[in-house]
């Protein structure tokens, strides 16, 4: 059949195939949990997976002891360790500083920040330029899986 006698309607149906087949999938995974000194609050990263034609997203979030909070204060995009693995880095400095480090984001990030979380005020600091010499090549959580037991 040639293209030119296809019926009218043909462009349009394959349009909406497109859109309805094509759903990006986006996965949302932790990836690193960091506990503050006193143990009230954990810094958790979350990787962000869009496919191949994406990098990696990253964001922060606060959480509390009993999980019934989380208040997300920072989002990175490309963040990098090293120049082949992904990801960031999380410390606590102490109990009110949380330093996220990595060597490079492709976008700037958005950090929020000082939050009062959990009774605590919590500052949140980004340094870049940090190099992760020890970080495995490719994405936080295909790491996790690769040296889990």
């Not at 605590?120 to 899986?145: C, P, W, Y």
Request: glycine share 10%; proline share 5%; aromatic share 6%.
């Amino acid at each position: 059949m040639r293209l030119n006698r296809l019926p009218l309607s043909f462009p349009a149906l394959a349009l909406a195939l497109l859109i309805t087949g094509c759903k990006p999938t986006v996965s949302h995974d932790e990836v690193a949990r960091v506990w503050s000194p006193n143990g009230q609050v954990a810094a958790i990263l979350y990787e962000e997976n869009g496919g191949a034609t994406t990098s990696f997203g990253y964001e922060v979030e606060l959480g509390s002891k009993d999980g019934s909070e989380q208040k997300l204060v920072a989002h990175l995009y490309g963040a990098q360790r090293n120049e082949g693995a992904y990801g960031a880095n999380l410390r606590w400095e102490n109990n009110s500083t949380l330093i996220i480090e990595c060597l490079k984001t492709k976008t700037p990030a958005t950090i929020g920040g000082p939050v009062n979380f959990n009774g605590q005020r919590v500052e949140v600091i980004l340094r870049t330029g940090i190099e992760d010499k020890e970080a495995h090549a490719g994405g936080m959580k295909f790491n996790l899986r690769r040296t889990a037991p």
